[in-house]
């Protein structure tokens, strides 16, 4: 079973910066594609950023591009930069259930790709 577990949430004012990590077991994070999705109170979750297995290729939803950066290691990693209030939610970090797939672009942003999932940390951008 993998187990996910983020960290780096907390409070911040508008304009400020967060980095966001989610360690895992074994070569989860190294052998796997990875994403961070979002959710913020009375709405839907949310893709944010996925980074193909390799690392090569990173994908970011509109409203991020510019701003933040997924990287990882043998941790995942999402460096956020001029946070704006409406990037308050609770962030996830998931997995792909398969070993060094690639995919069509459009795969990677949708939910079901990822098997495993966190159990998230709260991110709060006060303006």
């Known amino acids: 079973q993998v187990q996910l577990v983020e960290s780096g949430g907390g409070l911040v004012q508008a304009g400020g910066s967060l980095r966001l990590s989610c360690s895992a077991s074994?070569?989860?994070?190294?052998?796997?594609?990875m994403a961070w999705f979002r959710r913020a109170p009375g709405n839907e979750r949310e893709f944010v950023a996925a980074?193909?297995?390799?690392?090569e290729y990173a994908y970011y939803a509109e409203s991020v591009k510019g701003r933040f950066t997924i990287s990882k290691d043998n941790t995942l990693y999402l460096q956020m930069n001029s946070l704006k209030p409406e990037d308050t939610a609770v962030y996830y970090c998931?997995?792909?259930?398969?070993?060094?797939?690639?995919?069509?672009?459009?795969?990677?942003?949708?939910?079901?790709?990822?098997?495993?999932w966190g159990q998230g940390t709260q991110v709060t951008v006060s303006s």
């Open positions: 980074l193909s297995w390799g690392g």
């Open positions: 074994g070569r989860t994070v190294s052998d796997r594609v």
């Open positions: 998931a997995a792909d259930r398969s070993l060094r797939r690639t995919y069509i672009e459009s795969r990677y942003y949708y939910h079901g790709l990822y098997s495993y």
